[in-house]
RNA sequence: GAGCGCGUAGCUCAGUCGGUAGAGCAUCUGACUUUUAAUCAGAGGGUCAUGGGUUCGAAUCCCAUCGCGCUCACCA
């Protein structure tokens, strides 16, 4: 590098110029004019679905800024990460995979926590989704404060911003109508009376609306039917994007990201935040994935990958660095993805530590793990400290031929003989998602062959010779008895090979090419000695026999089928 | 119609306040105690979509154009 002195951490600090920075750095701004004490960042939750890789997504990036923020700000604010649930939203449609549908029908229309849940283990539909947002955020160990927008509705929390928001109508109104084509601009209010008799969520006009009593006058479509409700206490619900205009103007809502598809109503509930006196929250809007062909990836579709199918390849760090990077770029969201992402992840974390304070703060590692990325786990061998990366376990995987974690290991200790599942354990799980991504993913792609005739005298006489070498036999013995086998077959002779004699003539590359093709359905394989002495010798007999009984190539047929 | 993203090596993509183009894979060459690779070294390969502008200097900033794609325009 340069002879110029590294900086210091302060300096560090304010030149740093990682997204979760320059969007700490808003608020700062934004905080100063105001002198306020105490930060609030929201994400925002529809619990009529299960979390997803975008609920993940968002809370994480979320994490990310209020981290750069604290450090900014030395921790002298205090801040507060609001994850809300908006569950008092009327249920539109009974979702497919749930159990007890007619249960959940008879209640359409109704708020979340209104309707039974399916499941039978919650008071409410809406309690169970929120639950489980709740343990789905907890298993990441985030850290936030659980929000329900029933709680909040029912218990007054809102009751002064929807006043204000009653006494500020016009407004409102002039604001939400021209977004609306005519038909609909006829009928919209902002506010949802909910039904006194049949609890529905209405959305219905406003025949009057009462500041002063705090109430409005609506008219049940069929009976004819008038009512008088208050705005207030639980009693009304507010259409979405006024709904999350009073959120931010009642909570003092300082941040809050949204997907590029809320571009829009981000502005309309800003401008709605502006009518009521309010200051919308700091925020930027970030890309959508996409999946492997560049589509939207949309719950409804099922598209794309979902977060358990990460959680199956990779860990959660890694999908903290794929949503680390780039945030305003839409990135296609694919299986193919995850062994780079995890790679990039394990060279970020091993270069973390030779790095000044400048280069660790534009780490990605530096804000995946709130300042605090833990050391790398390296293998020592001949003195020399290496990273084992994911592709090379998934190349040790697909070479071994073996979705057993030990045959990994017992690679990973002949190159290390001091490593083992204890002393590394994150080694130890992305030997995990090695062997699982190997088994779903490169094991459909093989291609085994049935040996002709020559190549099964060959292997019969491979047979014989292992039959003839002792159970513990090693390696480097294994290997030249494989030699001295082909070098007795014409086809695999090699006459130019470095000193090789017409009495004692080299062996070629396709006699391992061969034996990788039938045996293992690949076109590169292992050392085949040392594959041997792994694998078992016994064990590598069963596998000639079932190969010269076309048992490999039927069986991988069948597989395939299967899949 | 409105808004946004992308266009860099054969492929997938990095490129951090502007300073002589990078990685992985692929290809080729060579080394490593019998041509095998969880190895190492090296090579080839790019008018950074196009045209302007700012600048001593632009892949990077600004404008325009072309191409690909996405989102929003009745619900959340």
């Known amino acids: 590098m340069s002879a110029a002195a590294p900086l210091s951490l302060p300096e560090a600090l304010a030149s740093a110029n990682a997204w979760p920075f320059e969007e700490a750095r808003k608020i700062i701004k934004r905080i100063e004019v105001t002198g306020q004490k105490e930060v609030l960042f929201e994400t925002g939750y529809g619990p009529s679905g299960l979390p ?14 209020r981290h750069a923020f604290r450090i900014l700000t030395e921790d002298r604010i205090k801040t507060r990460l609001l994850a ?33 849940d399916p499941f039978g283990t919650h008071p409410s539909f809406g309690a169970h989704n929120n639950a489980r947002l709740r343990a789905f955020l907890d298993s990441f160990g985030f850290e936030y404060e659980f929000a329900s927008s029933t709680e909040y509705y029912t218990s007054g929390r809102f009751d002064a911003a929807l006043l204000h ?43 009057k609306a009462d500041a002063g009593a705090g109430t409005i006058v609506w008219r049940d479509p069929e009976t004819g039917e008038a009512f008088e409700t208050p705005v207030t206490g639980g009693h009304c619900k507010l259409q979405w994007k006024p709904d999350w205009a ?25 401008r709605i935040v ?50 680390y990077q780039k945030p305003t770029a839409a990135k296609r969201l694919y299986f193919d993805v995850i062994p780079r992402t995890v790679d990039d992840y394990l060279s970020f974390l091993d270069a973390y530590p030779r790095q000044a304070f400048k280069e660790q703060l534009g780490n990605p590692v530096w804000h995946i793990h709130s300042g605090e990325p833990p050391a790398p786990e390296t293998l020592t061998h001949d003195n020399q400290a290496t990273t084992i990366s994911f592709g090379m376990l998934l190349n040790l995987a697909a070479v071994a031929n073996s979705e057993d974690p030990a045959v990994l290991w017992g690679f990973l200790r002949r190159y290390a003989p001091n490593v083992s599942p204890q002393n590394h354990p994150r080694l130890d799980k992305l030997v995990g998602y090695a062997v699982r991504y190997f088994r779903d993913f490169v094991r459909p792609s093989k ?38 086998v082909a070098r007795a077959i014409p086809r695999y002779q090699d006459l130019k090979a470095k000193g090789a004699t017409p009495e004692r003539p080299g062996v070629s590359n396709d006699w391992f090419s061969m034996l990788y093709a039938v045996l293992l359905g690949e076109a590169r394989g292992p050392r085949f000695g040392s594959f041997v002495a792994l694998y078992g010798i016994a064990e590598t007999r069963a596998l000639i026999e079932k190969a010269l009984r076309g048992d490999l190539s039927r069986e991988h047929a069948l597989f395939l089928q299967s899949q």
Do not use: C
Not at 94 to 99: E, G, K, Q, S, T
Not at 246 to 270: F, P, Q, T
Not at 284 to 306: A, M, R, V, W
């Open 246 to 270: 009073m959120r931010w103007y009642a909570l003092g809502v300082d941040y809050e990201m949204a997907g590029k598809d809320l571009i829009d109503s981000v502005k309309l509930s800003g």
């Open 84 to 116: 809300f649930s908006d569950d008092m939203d009327g249920l539109r449609k009974v979702p497919d995979n749930i159990p007890n549908k007619e249960l959940v029908a008879s209640a359409l229309g109704k708020p979340l926590t209104q309707v039974p």
């Open 274 to 323: 502006q009518a009521l006196g309010g200051k919308p929250p700091e925020g930027f809007n970030y890309e959508l994935f996409l999946d492997e062909k560049g589509q939207k990836i949309s719950k409804s579709k099922g598209n794309g990958l979902t977060i358990e199918e990460w959680l199956t390849y990779a860990s959660p760090e890694s999908l903290s660095l794929f949503m």
């Open 52 to 65: 997803h890789i975008g609920t993940f997504g968002e809370v994480a990036r979320t994490t990310m800024v």
């Open 165 to 207: 928001m009653l006494a500020h109508l016009d407004a409102v109104m002039t604001i939400m109508l021209p977004t609306f084509r005519e038909e609909r601009a006829a009928t919209y209010s902002p506010f949802l009376p909910i039904h006194p008799r049949t609890g529905i969520v209405m959305q219905v006009p406003i025949e």
């Open 447 to 484: 291609t085994y062959r049935d040996p002709d005739a020559v190549e099964t005298e060959a292997l019969k006489s491979v047979l014989v010779m292992l039959e003839g070498l002792p159970q513990d036999a090693s390696a480097e013995v294994i290997q030249t008895a494989l030699y001295d």
